[in-house]
């Protein structure tokens, strides 16, 4: 969904789980960690281990990441809301990670979608969209959108933000969900028939949101709606590591109770990815 870091991990940028390491002593790591098993709409299929995925990707970070015990936020099934999340980016995380040095994490498990691009900045002329426990199948204001995310993150001021994807990138009606006991993370609808909100809709939306953090007395940076995420300046860097390409879909897995990605890369965070043994975990061996 980020469009900006292709790039990144295939040059291995040092960062390495000693990116736990803050760079100075007042930076700190953060992370908001999404995960929805049941959802609202029985349009989707109900999945049985991302809430649980969420719950092990905070332990991989505290644990093996410099994320202190209290600096997750995790929002699990019917929390993980687009308002909620919305509330979490331009609240929580943007309060929190003020400091350029600070590193936040995103990390999401659930259905992934497309939706019709109304933008014109998809090349595949299709939106990606995350699925939350709200969404609609008809609808694409009720998901979080790519270009939500770009907007949201915007406002963040931490310069390197991490973003990990466990879901599916394709979403049509005609695939099948299951293979054998395992559940492929597709929506399971079909994209073409979501609907795109009017910007009118959408300003009103976002409107909203932010009225809400100023009653909590947050001072809200309006950016610019709708944009692409090329608007990044080229001094952030925005890292991502998903879970399949566009036009793939993701796997949970009933042998490893996990999502297959997330298991992965829990696996090479906690050890696994040392490829070359020298102590340090590079985005590349990770990726590897």
């Not at 995103?106 to 939350?132: K, M, N, P, Q, W």
């Not at 199948?137 to 993150?153: A, E, G, Q, S």
């Amino acid at each position: 969904l980020m469009k900006r870091t292709s790039a990144i991990l295939c040059t291995a940028i040092a960062i390495a789980v000693a990116w736990a390491s803050a760079p100075s002593a007042s930076a700190e790591n953060y992370a908001l960690l999404v995960g929805v098993n049941d959802y609202r709409s029985m349009a989707f299929r109900d999945l049985r281990f991302a809430e649980g995925d969420a719950q092990s990707v905070r332990e991989t970070l505290i644990r093996y990441m410099g994320v202190k015990e209290e600096n997750p936020k995790i929002l699990l099934g019917r929390e993980a809301t687009r308002r909620n999340v919305a509330l979490a980016i331009k609240g929580w995380l943007t309060e929190n990670a003020s400091s350029p040095d600070d590193i936040v994490f995103f990390y999401f498990s659930g259905h992934g979608t497309y939706a019709i691009d109304d933008g014109d900045d998809e090349t595949d002329g299709r939106d990606e969209l995350l699925c939350v426990w709200d969404s609609s199948p008809i609808l694409d204001m009720t998901y979080v959108k790519d270009d939500d995310l770009n907007r949201w993150f915007q406002q963040v001021e931490a310069t390197t933000k991490v973003v990990i994807l466990d879901c599916c990138h394709a979403g049509t009606g005609s695939k099948a969900l299951y293979r054998g006991d395992n559940i492929i993370k597709e929506a399971g609808i079909d994209w073409l028939k979501i609907e795109n909100a009017s910007i009118d809709s959408r300003l009103r939306d976002e409107r909203e949101i932010e009225d809400t953090l100023s009653r909590e007395g947050i001072e809200v940076r309006t950016t610019a709606f709708p944009t692409a995420f090329s608007t990044i300046t080229d001094s952030e860097d925005v890292i991502e590591f998903a879970a399949c390409r566009a036009d793939q879909v993701s796997l949970e897995s009933a042998g490893l109770k996990h999502g297959v990605f997330t298991y992965y890369f829990n696996e090479g965070v906690r050890g696994a990815g040392d490829l070359n043994e020298d102590g340090d975990i590079t985005l590349g061996e990770l990726q590897n």
